[in-house]
């Protein structure tokens, strides 16, 4: 059962690289995947570590394609270092609803389904961005134990 919560977060700030996909899952996946690995590379160029987990970050979407950031959280002093597709920005500090998705990444429509549905009841609208913080990786743990937190901007 997803467990929808209210919350205040801060701003966190994150090194991405922007992609355009279909809806279809293998093709999110596709480019998720090369735009984790474009940014990795760069990090590792420079000398970046993570301040935390990998994330994506949606401002823009509809039911045929979705346009996407795709990187990693980073410390705030090393935004300055972004460059060529390698662009720097911070998620909102903002009122949001939040959620926590255990599982295949593949089921997170399912708990977005029931986030809008949710939503509703709160008589709340969705701002931008939404993002979801990966706390885990397939490498690291089974696909069933994949955690995702999951936040959505509130008007």
């Given at each position: ?33 090369e ?7 760069f ?69 977005y ?43």
């Amino acid at each position: 059962m997803v467990e929808f919560k209210i919350i205040k977060v801060s701003e966190t700030p994150y090194l991405y690289v922007s992609k355009t996909s279909s809806m279809a899952p293998e093709d999110i996946s596709r480019k998720m995947g090369e735009a984790f690995q474009e940014v990795w590379a760069f990090m590792e160029s420079q000398g970046i570590n993570p301040a935390g987990g990998a994330l994506s970050v949606y401002y823009d979407y509809s039911p045929d394609s979705m346009t996407f950031r795709a990187g990693f959280t980073v410390r705030r002093e090393d935004l300055a270092k972004a460059q060529g597709e390698i662009r720097g920005d911070v998620t909102p500090a903002s009122e949001v609803l939040h959620f926590r998705h255990k599982g295949s990444y593949a089921t997170l429509r399912d708990d977005y389904d029931l986030m809008m549905k949710h939503l509703a009841t709160l008589e709340r609208e969705m701002g931008t961005p939404a993002w979801e913080i990966y706390l885990n990786s397939p490498d690291q743990v089974p696909e069933a134990e994949l955690l995702t937190d999951v936040y959505l901007v509130l008007k």
